[in-house]
């Protein structure tokens, strides 16, 4: 492939509190409009590693560049221009409707003084649309199911017309209806440009539509590659610690624990 | 109540200047609660009453609903908590140590009483920052929401030495009064002095107040969204403490205001900071506004208006929360 990464990580070490690593010498390139997961179990970085990404935590060592700058050569503004997160979920106090909600999104294209337009506003109803909770639009945040709320916060990460978007745990709460209709999202997402990298438990989502597979068990990557030749019951056992089977259903790769 | 819902901002504008011009013929003088404009042009006494008196008084109780109301939706919002006042980071206790000080040690003149309150009410506010940056518990928010307790505590317990050490007939009252709230001393002098502060401070927060929705997320939301959310929330912070510190110096602590007002607002008019924020501080200043009319003109001796204002401020307040929101109905 001749075409630059968007995202590309160097020996990347992230650690909250000296002398206990939670990200350990990470290297990895990703490629843009390409899908990737990361999988791991429950405190391998996951998480972490996106917050790193996103700007959020400076690395102790390591360089991260996004499409071939460093990351630091940003500003917080063209960041958010470039990078977009959906968090797995969000504590909010207030009772915004879900438009309001959804339309600040588009705070990285408005000035600190700057008042959202009918323009605007049309991009938050399309994302609403898109991503099917235009009926509730007027609904109150709090009000809203679980799975309602992750997908407002994805309107409002599409509002925000990333060029990376990276999702934490994005179907977690999700019925198969709408994970259906936020995959099919997704897949249209990455066929316009758009770099998604998720973290999940569920290594069967990611069957389903990854292209890339990352695999993280305490801090390092245990494994990193295309789907097929990643997702495999070596990998997945020695990432999760327990015998793991993966077969196939319907020529989709189908894993078994 | 059409034009309310096509044109809230507007209606309100006109309501508070409709109050505002009512007021000036509102009071005990010549008789209890109504003076007839007319007398304007014939009595000398009433003319330097309404310019001398009841005009800044007037301005002062519109300010200072503003400040209050404006800081007080500002700050439930960066502080993620609608149970936060503007003068809960240990300014209105300051403030009311301030003045019990002054009261007791310097002088009662107004503008003494005015200077120390102020510069305790911004001396509130660093004890709770400082307080807060050491704190070994929790996150930013919740750090500086128990600073903010524990100064406004200790404040409180120095109000208690000096009301106890206080000459009882004459420094007590005073002091009592001071800490109900009130605008009994108001003239141009204390105009001049709060307007430089509040005016420039509440335009600040006026100008930012789409953004202030996005200081109500997460830390990482915001900041993915591209959010500077130390340095904002530090300026909306510093401009709704100046607004809340100036107006507290000069008129006491006008309690229930900062705290109902902006969910008054949130609730006519939805949780978008954009509108919210204004409606807060026009609601506010006609509140503030009415209550001191009443203050003033109910009995011979005037009430303070912290009273007023929490009597009436819970009263709608429970109304308000009681019956349907408009807007859970869809």
Same mark, same amino acid.
């Given at each position: 492939?001749n075409?630059p990464?968007?995202l590309?990580? @160097?020996?990347l070490c992230f650690g909250y509190?000296?002398?206990?690593?939670v990200l350990r010498?990470?290297s990895?390139d990703i490629? #843009?409009?390409?899908?990737?997961?990361?999988?791991?179990?429950n405190?391998?970085?996951k998480t972490? *590693?996106?917050?790193?990404?996103?700007?959020?935590?400076t690395p102790?060592r390591?360089?991260?560049?996004?499409?071939?700058? #460093?990351q630091k050569s940003?500003?917080?503004r063209?960041?958010?221009?470039l990078i977009g997160?959906v968090?797995q979920?969000?504590?909010?106090?207030?009772?915004?409707?879900?438009l309001e909600f959804?339309?600040l999104?588009r705070?990285p294209?408005l000035g600190?003084?700057?008042?959202?337009?009918e323009?605007d506003?049309?991009i938050?109803?399309?994302?609403?649309? %898109?991503?099917g909770?235009?009926?509730l639009r007027?609904r109150v945040?709090?009000?809203?199911?679980?799975?309602?709320r992750?997908?407002a916060m994805m309107?409002r %990460?599409?509002?925000q017309?990333?060029?990376?978007?990276l999702l934490?745990? #994005? @179907?977690s709460?999700l019925d198969?209806?709408?994970?259906?209709?936020?995959?099919?999202?997704?897949?249209a997402?990455a066929?316009?440009?758009? @770099?998604i990298?998720f973290?999940?438990?569920d290594?069967?989502?990611t069957?389903?539509?990854?292209?890339y597979?990352?695999?993280m068990?305490q801090?390092?990557? *245990?494994a %990193?590659?295309?789907?097929e030749a990643?997702?495999?019951?070596e990998?997945?056992t020695?990432?999760?610690?327990?015998?793991?089977?993966?077969?196939?259903v319907?020529g989709q790769?189908?894993v078994?624990? | 109540?059409r034009v309310?819902r096509?044109h809230?901002f507007?209606?309100?504008?006109?309501?508070?200047? $409709?109050?505002?011009?009512?007021?000036?013929f509102?009071g005990?003088f010549?008789?209890?609660y109504? !003076?007839?404009?007319?007398l304007?042009?014939?009595?000398e006494l009433?003319r330097?009453?309404v310019f001398?008196l009841?005009?800044?008084?007037?301005?002062t109780?519109?300010?200072l609903?503003m400040?209050?109301?404006?800081?007080g939706?500002? !700050?439930?919002? =960066?502080?993620?908590?609608?149970?936060v006042e503007?003068?809960?980071?240990?300014?209105?206790q300051?403030?009311?140590?301030?003045?019990?000080?002054?009261i007791i040690?310097?002088s009662n003149?107004?503008?003494v009483?005015a200077?120390s309150a102020?510069?305790f009410a911004l001396?509130?506010l660093v004890?709770?920052y400082?307080?807060?940056?050491?704190?070994?518990?929790g996150?930013?928010v919740?750090r500086?929401v128990?600073?903010?307790?524990?100064? &406004?505590a200790?404040? &409180?317990?120095? =109000?208690?030495v000096?009301k106890?050490a206080?000459?009882?007939l004459?420094?007590?009252p005073? =002091?009592t009064f001071w800490?109900?709230?009130?605008l009994?001393?108001i003239t141009?002098?204390?105009v001049?002095?709060i307007v430089p502060?509040?005016?420039?401070? $509440?335009f600040?927060?006026w100008?930012?107040?789409?953004?202030?929705?996005?200081? &109500?997320?997460?830390?990482?939301?915001?900041?993915s969204?591209g959010?500077?959310?130390?340095?904002?929330?530090?300026l909306?912070?510093?401009?709704s403490?100046?607004?809340?510190?100036a107006?507290?110096?000069?008129?006491?602590?006008v309690?229930w205001i900062g $705290?109902?007002v902006?969910?008054i607002?949130?609730r006519?008019?939805g949780?978008?900071?954009?509108?919210?924020?204004p409606v807060a501080?026009? $609601?506010?200043g006609i509140?503030a506004?009415?209550?001191?009319?009443l203050?003033r003109?109910?009995?011979v001796?005037?009430?303070p208006?912290?009273?007023l204002t929490s009597l009436?401020?819970?009263l709608?307040?429970a109304?308000l929360m009681m019956s349907? !929101?408009?807007? &859970?109905r869809e």
């Amino acid at each position: 492939m001749n075409t630059p990464p968007i995202l590309s990580l @160097t020996d990347l070490c992230f650690g909250y509190v000296p002398h206990a690593q939670v990200l350990r010498g990470i290297s990895l390139d990703i490629l #843009p409009g390409t899908i990737t997961a990361i999988l791991g179990p429950n405190g391998a970085g996951k998480t972490t *590693l996106l917050r790193v990404i996103l700007g959020l935590l400076t690395p102790q060592r390591g360089t991260i560049r996004l499409a071939g700058k #460093p990351q630091k050569s940003f500003s917080r503004r063209e960041m958010s221009r470039l990078i977009g997160l959906v968090p797995q979920s969000e504590y909010v106090p207030f009772d915004f409707s879900v438009l309001e909600f959804v339309l600040l999104g588009r705070a990285p294209y408005l000035g600190p003084l700057d008042m959202p337009q009918e323009s605007d506003r049309a991009i938050a109803r399309e994302a609403l649309r %898109a991503i099917g909770l235009e009926h509730l639009r007027e609904r109150v945040t709090p009000s809203l199911s679980g799975g309602e709320r992750q997908l407002a916060m994805m309107a409002r %990460a599409l509002v925000q017309q990333p060029r990376l978007l990276l999702l934490d745990e #994005p @179907t977690s709460h999700l019925d198969l209806s709408n994970r259906d209709r936020v995959l099919n999202v997704l897949r249209a997402q990455a066929r316009a440009g758009v @770099t998604i990298i998720f973290t999940t438990h569920d290594p069967n989502l990611t069957a389903t539509i990854a292209d890339y597979v990352i695999l993280m068990r305490q801090g390092a990557l *245990l494994a %990193a590659g295309p789907l097929e030749a990643t997702l495999t019951a070596e990998n997945l056992t020695a990432t999760y610690g327990i015998p793991v089977r993966v077969t196939r259903v319907d020529g989709q790769l189908f894993v078994v624990a | 109540m059409r034009v309310w819902r096509q044109h809230p901002f507007a209606f309100l504008l006109a309501l508070g200047l $409709l109050a505002l011009i009512l007021s000036v013929f509102v009071g005990r003088f010549p008789q209890p609660y109504w !003076m007839p404009p007319s007398l304007l042009q014939e009595n000398e006494l009433a003319r330097q009453l309404v310019f001398n008196l009841r005009l800044p008084r007037l301005l002062t109780a519109f300010l200072l609903g503003m400040a209050l109301g404006g800081a007080g939706a500002v !700050m439930q919002m =960066i502080f993620r908590n609608p149970l936060v006042e503007p003068g809960f980071l240990g300014v209105s206790q300051g403030a009311g140590f301030g003045a019990a000080l002054a009261i007791i040690k310097i002088s009662n003149a107004p503008l003494v009483v005015a200077v120390s309150a102020a510069s305790f009410a911004l001396l509130g506010l660093v004890f709770s920052y400082a307080l807060a940056r050491n704190l070994h518990y929790g996150n930013w928010v919740l750090r500086l929401v128990l600073a903010g307790i524990a100064v &406004s505590a200790l404040f &409180s317990s120095g =109000i208690g030495v000096l009301k106890y050490a206080a000459d009882p007939l004459k420094q007590l009252p005073e =002091i009592t009064f001071w800490l109900l709230g009130g605008l009994w001393g108001i003239t141009w002098r204390e105009v001049l002095y709060i307007v430089p502060m509040v005016l420039p401070a $509440l335009f600040i927060l006026w100008l930012m107040r789409w953004r202030l929705n996005l200081l &109500s997320l997460s830390d990482d939301t915001a900041f993915s969204l591209g959010v500077a959310v130390g340095r904002e929330r530090a300026l909306l912070l510093v401009a709704s403490v100046a607004a809340t510190a100036a107006v507290v110096s000069v008129a006491g602590i006008v309690g229930w205001i900062g $705290l109902i007002v902006p969910h008054i607002a949130r609730r006519l008019i939805g949780t978008d900071a954009q509108h919210a924020l204004p409606v807060a501080m026009l $609601l506010g200043g006609i509140f503030a506004l009415v209550c001191d009319d009443l203050a003033r003109t109910l009995f011979v001796a005037e009430i303070p208006l912290g009273i007023l204002t929490s009597l009436f401020g819970a009263l709608v307040f429970a109304g308000l929360m009681m019956s349907a !929101m408009p807007r &859970s109905r869809e």
